[in-house]
């Protein structure tokens, strides 16, 4: 049998996605990379933005009328549009799914493909075929083996769901409270993934910040880190990141853990969402745009070299024009790395679809919008051209139209070129262009090599 699996969203959806693929290999199902040739089609959705939640239900549509055509094929759906409730309304509006699955929980549809008879893999010699293709340590099953060594980053959650309702935001309804994953989880979710040729992890919660809270004397994300520092350390993973804070959780003992940690990569994601500060009490975010201001200064004192990245949301509900000033002044001032731009969109459930009226035409929101872009493009085109001619270290990842694609220690992109294999490996490159999405590189004579030991290479051979 063969699945086949669409996932929309952000990497929380991703790591989801691939747990989900690890469960159904383990019981024999095999990736169709053509859709036509599938049996299972499973969709992993998200909800946060209006285009996202379109995106899932157009392909929800095409699949029904393909499932008329071919009623034994088998219709998933899961994510944040099934949530963390009974999705009794769901089963009644999509009757050709034929099961639904809440955001990171595999089990319902490892249970009806029990009952319809596919069963797990049991027999000796299944076990010896599926040993071929994977490697199994303390009963986690892997990658296959000839997948082994071509990621280079993945996602590691540590914390589910959030429990912290900002007025605009779905997930807390769709994904529930926050549930921490325990150290011993996430230090073997780790350590497997580094086994398998991975060489960067990203901890991943909607409030990774809040990771522990939960759990009575828990340890801290700042005391996770440390742990998972030492596991890289053991495992020879090089790179550790995290996202996505919260201005009310960043805390100077984590700021001080990613300075200390050389693992620990300078990137900070802390969204502003606005400017102005009676938009940030109707979004109930619980901050002021002074507290985000001195934390920017905090965040930069103690990690120099740090890249800090935002998110904005323009047009929410009420936003004058001199209201979208001030984020606009905002962002001109601090000069961040990255600003994620999204324009308002209500999203049902959530306390400013029930409460606001969405009074900002949309007209005006991508005005909004194309105004924050331009400036972005100036201030990270300005921050990027002080690189050029610098000799930086890029972890490889992958090759992008016959050149190697690799990102700095502050998550920036970078080409270069040569005939050599650099993926997942450590390389020093000197900047030769800088745009304000990529920089351009040449190779440096000395580089990283992957047993960590640094050699002069010739770059004749």
């Known amino acids: ?23 159904l290999e383990r019981t024999g199902l095999r990736a169709a990379a053509d859709p036509t040739e599938s049996d299972l089609y499973i969709i992993n959705t998200c909800v946060v933005r209006q285009s996202a939640e379109n995106k899932a239900y157009s392909r929800l549509q095409e699949l029904k009328r393909y499932k008329e055509d071919n009623p034994a094929k088998i219709i998933a759906l899961m994510g944040c549009l099934v949530g963390v409730k009974d999705p009794l309304r769901l089963r009644k509006q999509l009757p050709h799914v034929d099961v639904f699955l809440p955001p990171s929980e595999p089990q319902p549809l490892l249970q009806f493909l029990n009952d319809r008879n596919i069963e797990a893999i049991s027999r000796e010699e299944d076990q010896l075929r599926l040993a071929e293709r994977y490697a199994i340590q303390d009963g986690e099953l892997l990658l296959p083996m000839e997948e082994q060594g071509q990621l280079v980053s993945a996602h590691v959650p540590v914390v589910y769901g959030c429990s912290h309702a900002c007025s605009f935001c779905i997930i807390p309804f769709r994904r529930g409270i926050e549930r921490s994953r325990s150290v011993g989880k996430i230090t073997a979710h780790v350590r497997s993934l580094a086994q398998q040729g991975v060489k960067e992890v990203t901890l991943l919660g909607q409030i990774v910040d809040r990771y522990g809270v939960d759990i009575p004397d828990g340890p801290n994300l700042a005391q996770l880190l440390r742990v998972v520092h030492r596991e890289a350390e053991e495992c020879g993973l090089e790179r550790i990141r995290f996202l996505t804070s919260h201005p009310n959780w960043m805390t100077e003992e984590l700021l001080e853990t990613v300075a ?18 009676e938009v940030l009490a109707r979004m109930k975010r619980g901050y002021r745009v002074q507290d985000y201001r001195k934390l920017v200064e905090t965040i930069r004192s103690i990690i120099p070299q740090v890249a800090i990245h935002t998110d904005i949301i323009v047009g929410f509900p009420g936003e004058s024009d001199a209201q979208f000033q001030h984020t606009y002044d905002l962002l001109a001032e601090l000069k961040l790395d990255k600003a994620h731009l999204a324009r308002y969109s209500p999203r049902p459930h959530t306390v400013s679809a029930r409460r606001m009226e969405d009074d900002v035409p949309e007209a005006v929101k991508k005005i909004r919008h194309q105004r924050l872009d331009d400036l972005q493009k100036r201030v990270v085109a300005e921050i990027n051209q002080h690189h050029l001619g610098e000799t930086v270290q890029v972890l490889v990842e992958d090759t992008q139209r016959d050149k190697w694609r690799g990102r700095t220690p502050q998550n920036k992109l970078v080409f270069f070129e040569d005939e050599r294999d650099w993926r997942g490996k450590l390389v020093e490159v000197q900047i030769t262009w800088t745009g304000p999405w990529s920089m351009q590189a040449r190779l440096s004579d000395a580089n990283w090599q992957p047993n960590g030991h640094r050699e002069t290479i010739s770059l004749t051979a």
């Open 1 to 23: 049998m063969k699945y086949h699996i669409w996932t929309y969203g952000c990497q929380m959806n991703t790591a989801d996605s691939q747990l989900l693929i690890s469960e």
């Open 260 to 277: 200390e940690l050389p693992k620990v990569m300078p990137q900070i994601e802390v969204p502003v969402q606005s400017g102005d500060d």
